[in-house]
């Protein structure tokens, strides 16, 4: 009986393991999938990115045109981006208009109360109220209630915080400029050479395997069109995934259209490896050290 428990215990305590085992190899090593294409004619652009991993059971899709739409699936169950926040945004909006509307309404409504009010008193009693001067016989309001009804009338939204923003953008000063100070040390030239030969192959295992371009262009003058294209003749990029680009030096107003199509994978292997590379070089934790302080 004992042995048969164990036995129990050991067959569920290995296949725990086999699916821990195999969901790690599957992130490792099955590679994110993604795409965008789209087509461009001056400022109309239209495109569609789709991120996909482990047989598209988890995607993320994002179309732009008129409106931008998109989707994110994980396993089984599908859920748009962009209309719940729009649709929650807009009754937001909604409910701060009819509240504001509804501050308006009554203070209207005691307004002309006010008024009502001010002008049977003054009939009753045959004296004019002080407030009343060079008003028609309704109440004089002074400056400060004038204002504050405006600003109760005003349907204005909050003006967003930048405060937070600012601390952020101080911090990034503040790292950029140690990183300018400790790139002059001549002992962390070791650091900053690791850096950049592991930061190029991260980048080199995130660019896209296919990048295709086609494109007509004009710049409303014969030569800057031709410069233009001379300067893009200087990047392989172009030449390596075949661009078609047509210069028009006929037309007298400056236009581009064409369609683009990226295509590319990412497997978390490769960047994990040179991340823990750049994390265990003793240079690149001393200069970790020296821009914390």
């Known amino acids: 009986m004992i042995f048969t428990i164990l036995k129990v215990i050991g067959i569920i305590l290995l296949v725990v393991l086999a699916l821990i085992l195999t969901a790690l190899f599957c992130v490792l090593f099955v590679p994110v999938k993604y795409r965008a294409v789209g087509s461009f004619e001056n400022t109309d652009i239209r495109a569609k990115a789709h991120v996909s991993w482990l047989f598209h ?3 993320l899709h994002i179309e732009y045109a008129d409106e931008t739409d998109g989707y994110i699936r994980l396993a089984f169950v599908k859920r748009k981006l962009f209309d719940d926040a729009d649709s929650e945004y807009e009754k937001c909006e909604d409910d701060e208009y009819n509240e504001k509307a509804t501050e308006t309404d009554s203070l209207a409504e005691n307004y002309e109360d006010f008024d009502d009010d001010a002008i049977d008193d003054a009939a009753k009693t045959g004296t004019e109220d002080k407030g009343c001067e060079n008003t028609g016989g309704k109440p ?154």
């Open 57 to 59: 059971l988890f995607a």
């Open 140 to 293: 004089q309001i002074s400056a400060d209630e004038n204002q504050h009804i405006k600003q109760q009338t005003k349907l204005t939204h909050k003006k967003p915080h930048k405060k937070q923003f600012k601390d952020k953008s101080e911090k990034i000063k503040t790292g950029i400029g140690k990183l300018k100070r400790e790139y002059g040390d001549e002992r962390n030239k070791a650091a900053f050479s690791h850096l950049k030969k592991e930061l190029f192959i991260i980048l080199k295992r995130i660019c896209p395997r296919r990048l295709k371009l086609t494109m007509v262009y004009s710049t409303g003058s014969p030569d800057t069109t031709g410069i233009l294209l001379g300067i893009l003749a200087c990047f392989p990029v172009g030449y390596t995934n075949r661009w078609r680009i047509t210069p028009d030096f006929e037309s007298e107003n400056p236009y581009a259209k064409g369609s683009f199509d990226i295509k590319g994978h990412v497997i978390v292997i490769s960047i994990l490896a040179a991340t823990l590379r750049i994390l265990f070089d003793k240079n690149c934790r001393r200069l970790y050290n020296r821009i914390s302080r």
